[in-house]
RNA sequence: GUGGCUAUAGCUCAGCAUGGCAGAGCACCAGAUUGUGGAUCUGGCUGUCGAGGGUUCAAAUCCCUCUAGCCACCCCA
């Protein structure tokens, strides 16, 4: 019989198994019990977006530009898989009227994400983010205090050795007489910047700050920093940050290169770190102040600041870091009964499963062969069933870890087991 | 998107320079042990050698194309 090439996933999407899912658990449900103590509420957004969405707020960045998953529906609407939750999140802010709430509207998401670039351990086509906005209100405590959500998740994961570098990228009042300046300074050495440099000097010279290749270095450090030509909000905001970090004893580095590709950012931008990780692959999370965003989408002005977070990453560190997460066994109980028995196996695991996590062994396999099943999935007991038992209505209840064996009645099997 | 490395049993890999019967360990199955797991011993099963094409009497091995994974760049999570 002819067989074709079995299916395999698509390029650059992942399965997380059970024994791996265990610890993304952990990490999930500290995500969670964290924004919730800071009175984040959960919010889950489709994944599915219009283009447009998605567009308006990032056109010259690599994650809208070049590595955004679109497509038309049935329909002819042009729609997108969300590179990031932020738009998203803002668009159901108003549409769930959340902006007639009491501001600011405290949100976290955790979901996937799905980004067209090329895989790589640690980067993925699908990946999935823990997502935490504060929406509604510019004041800078709320910048501090999603960097105290990240902070304290990471901590609460055991990663200790991370590395925040924060900065400052002004507003729609200083930054655009800033960007001039910018544009000034790099005018005369347009020559000899890279490809990229030289186009990003008129269309977002932000991103020359961030920029990595090598011959562009050298002009960075006497360019103009922003953090000079701040305009006074943006002063004092940049202040307070810093203060309430100071205070929380949070510590930071500041970068005065550190921008955010996305252009609806504005004031803070931040990015966490492992601190001795060398690899290219290794942002944690990254995040800041977007209060242009709302705008951009065509909703009323309204300020916001916000966190993501890689939860893959995340686990893959907590995982290296040595952090012994053991995953449950599937099933606590498992039955083991003689051929032909069936209905009988299936009515003792019902009765079973009051108080524990049962399964059923129907394989047609030795009880010896059985037996070893059972011990490899970490069954904590086993019930022996043969016909006469069941005729009796008993089972022979063997302990795993010590070995004993006792005959139990089907009805008293919830109170040996509890 | 650019450059490089890799792909052989369910898993980890050897075999490939110099073409000549498809291998090992682990896992799995069975027995040693007459319904009873873990340790040990014995035996057994498992393959379109990633896919497609080319060279050759002969290809896992040499050549080309494709696909996928990994590494660096890039980007960021």
Redesign the pocket.
Known sequence: M????PI??????RDILPRERAIWRVAEKAAADVARSFGYAEIVTPVIEHAELIERVGED???VA??LYRFDDRGGRHLALRP?ATAGVVRAYFEGHLNQEPPPARLFLIGPMF?Y?????????Q?F?LDVEAIGSDSPALDAEVIEIAATWLHELGLRELRLELNTIGDSKCRPAYLELLRAYYRPLQDQLHG?CQRRLETNPLLLL????PQCQPFKVDAPRITDHLCEECTVAWAAVRRLLDASGIEYRLDPYLV??LDYYTRTVF??YPANGE????????GGRYDGLAEAEGWPPTPGVGF???L??VTELVKAGGAEVIAAPAAEVVV???AGLDVAAADVARICRTVRSVAVDYES?????K??????LGARWVL???AA?VERRVV?L?E????E?VEVGWADLPSHLA
């Open positions: 002819p067989r074709s090439e395999k996933a698509v390029r650059g999407m960045t690599d994650a070049k590595e990031e980004r670039n090329r895989p790589q351990k640690g980067r993925y086509r990946f983010q990229d961030d920029c990595k290749v955010r590709g990015e966490i690899g290219a692959q290794d942002a944690l999370g990254g993501a977070g890689g893959d990453r083991l009964a003689d396999k030795s009880l010896k062969a037996m070893r099943s059972a011990n490899k022996l069933l043969s038992e022979q063997k795993m870890a010590s070995g064996q």
